[in-house]
């Protein structure tokens, strides 16, 4: 077509006319798009449902881990570091030649 022609007028003003005469079909699409839309968002308060209990747990179980420790491994006394080994607590450094 030539920019301007009037086929090309003639065309447009012809396909409207189909579609004024065809079925609408756009309320089927619009109904399939809100269900589509309230599935997604049931699903999205299923998934914000399970986040908030997951971070509730978590938090709970902060607390209850903090709940467990010591008093002196809170203030950092070091009673949270390895202990010696068991055959340095029975060795003395001197040997006993009294025998």
Known sequence: YRQGSKAK????????AIDGIGWD???????????????LKE???VVDGKLARL???SK???????S??????????GYNAVPPSAADLYLSSKKDLSW
């Open 9 to 16: 007028e003639k065309s447009s003003k012809a396909l409207m």
């Open 68 to 77: 467990q420790r010591s008093e002196k491994v809170k203030e950092g006394v």
């Open 60 to 66: 709970d179980l902060e607390i209850f881990i903090e």
């Open 25 to 39: 079909w756009s309320y089927i699409e619009n109904e399939e798009d809100h269900a589509l839309v309230e599935t």
């Open 55 to 57: 971070l509730k747990s």
């Open 43 to 45: 699903e999205k308060d």
